[in-house]
Antibody, heavy 121, light 108 residues
Framework: QVQLVESGGGVVQPGGSLRLSCAASGFIFRHYGMHWARQAPGKGLEWVAF????????YYADSVKGRFTVSRDNSKNTLFLEMNSLRPEDTAVYYC??????????????WGQGTLVIVSS | EIVLTQSPGTLSLSPGERATLSCRASQSVSITYLAWYQQKRGQAPKLLIS???SRATGVPDRFSTSGSGTDFTLTISRLEPEDFAVYYC?????????FGQGTKVEIK
């Protein structure tokens, strides 16, 4: 079955950087677009970034544009999120998700279990 | 950018009751590009229904959606104990994906 496992979260100081990874299995990774979304503690869901199946196009939420970069390694079935100039308001659980339905990028299914990023001095 | 507003913030109901959750869009959208997710405490969200009542694998038929234009509804016909959770609507409007703020369905 489809499995997505995020890693790389942790505590980082404001202005610092962090790189998240999402290991994918159970599907042909190179055929699907992938998303990052996040959820601040006790808050709702926020889409963060999307990368096309071949890595040729990326899209970002305004809140992270210019600071975060999404990338992928299709040879290793892995999605990445490079986060720079981190702010306290970036504190959240970060989820990766596969796009859905097949051939479209409309929704998120399934989601990984998430990795927690805490930005604090 | 489309803004989704969900109401109520919290719905207090008993098992067996009917739950009606609202998702209002700031401008007219197609139900084709609207989805609902369920998130239980401490878990990742799960896709529940996409488009016009296309239920995800394993989702029981007590879950249904309706609506058009700016007003959409998720209905749970008879609440089961496992249905008490937070529900989010989500819209795809390329190149942006937007979530509502969520409705918590809690046990009364």
């Amino acid at each position: 079955q489809v499995q997505l496992v995020e890693s790389g979260g942790g505590v980082v100081q404001p202005g610092g950087s962090l790189r998240l990874s999402c290991a994918a299995s159970g599907f042909i990774f190179r055929h699907y677009g992938m998303h990052w979304a996040r959820q601040a503690p006790g808050k709702g869901l926020e889409w963060v970034a999307f990368i096309q199946f071949d890595g040729n196009n990326e899209y970002y939420a305004d809140s992270v544009k210019g600071r975060f970069t999404v990338s992928r390694d299709n040879s290793k079935n892995t999605l990445f999120l490079e986060m720079n100039s981190l702010r306290p308001e970036d504190t959240a659980v970060y989820y990766c998700a596969k796009d859905f339905p097949d051939g479209h990028n409309w929704f998120f299914d399934p989601w990984g279990q998430g990795t927690l990023v805490i930005v604090s001095s | 950018e489309i803004v989704l507003t969900q109401s109520p913030g919290t719905l207090s109901l008993s098992p067996g009751e009917r739950a009606t959750l609202s998702c209002r869009a700031s401008q007219s959208v197609s139900i084709t590009y609207l989805a609902w997710y369920q998130q239980k405490r401490g878990q990742a969200p799960k896709l529940l229904i996409s488009g016009a009542s296309s239920r995800a694998t394993g989702v029981p038929d007590r879950f249904s959606t309706s609506g058009s234009g700016t007003d959409f509804t998720l209905t749970i016909s008879r609440l089961e104990p496992e249905d008490f959770a937070v529900y989010y609507c989500q819209h795809f409007g390329f190149p942006s994906w937007t979530f509502g703020q969520g409705t918590k369905v809690e046990i009364k």
